[in-house]
């Protein structure tokens, strides 16, 4: 079956270091892959997308590029702020119109980001 | 544009009663979903509406049940409420021209006693 598989966290970083979140899917054909982040005490809010092979998500300084030889779609920054501490999740979507848009997500990653 | 609302936030129930939780999505979106996140679980997709149509599914019992009205706004169900409900539930809306991404409101917490 389709699965998303994230790094086990906690991650847990100094301000300005450098962040890579891995994240690797298993799927037939071609999903729409997403990242999300989740603060304390809310929902998810949507961080990047990418919707075919070698697509680069981006926002708020992260990116992500669809790889699909590798089956891959691994979060990074070039340098955290204590704000980006918060679980991120990578998630992926078939995006059938007709069948729905059901998200299935990974575990979570922690990020933990001192001053 | 105001974004996804749920309500109630917060929930405190007993085992064996049923609750409703409620969702309304951003303007302009028809599509539905809602999710159940929990700590070991992690987060898992309970059912999507879309046009006040069920059309996908996952694999949770028939006590968990959903439905959308004509104003894209919608409800869940879940009846005879055991412990292992207790969670945090998500709902997120979908634009019908976007390309797939969902909306998610803050969640409602649900504790089951």
């Known amino acids: 079956g389709n699965s998303v598989t994230q790094m086990e966290g906690p991650v847990t970083l100094s301000e300005e270091a450098f962040l890579t979140i891995n994240c690797t899917y298993t799927?037939?054909?071609?999903?729409?892959l997403f990242w999300y982040v989740q603060y304390p005490g809310e929902g998810l809010q949507l961080l990047l997308k990418a919707t075919k092979a070698d697509d680069k998500g981006s926002n708020k300084g992260f990116e992500a590029t669809y790889r699909k030889e590798t089956t891959s779609f691994h979060l990074e920054k070039g340098s955290v702020q204590v704000s980006d501490s918060a679980v991120y999740f990578c998630a992926l979507t078939y995006g059938y119109r007709q069948a729905g848009t059901a998200l299935i997500f990974g575990k979570g990653t922690t990020l933990s980001v001192s001053s | 544009k105001a974004g996804v609302t749920q309500t109630p936030r917060y929930l405190i129930k007993t085992r064996g009663q049923q609750v409703t939780l409620s969702c309304s999505p951003i303007?302009?979106?028809?599509?539905v979903s809602w999710y159940q996140q929990t700590p070991g679980q992690g987060l898992q997709f309970l059912f999507e509406y879309f046009s006040e149509t069920q059309r996908n599914k996952g694999n949770f019992p028939g006590r968990f049940s959903g439905r959308q009205f004509s104003n894209s706004r919608s409800e869940m169900n879940v009846s005879t409420l055991e412990l292992g409900d207790s969670a945090l539930y998500l709902c997120a809306s979908s634009s019908p021209t976007g390309e797939y991404e969902q909306y998610f409101g803050p969640g409602t917490r649900l504790t089951v006693t």
């Open positions: 303007s302009g979106h028809r599509s």
């Open positions: 799927a037939t054909g071609y999903p729409s």
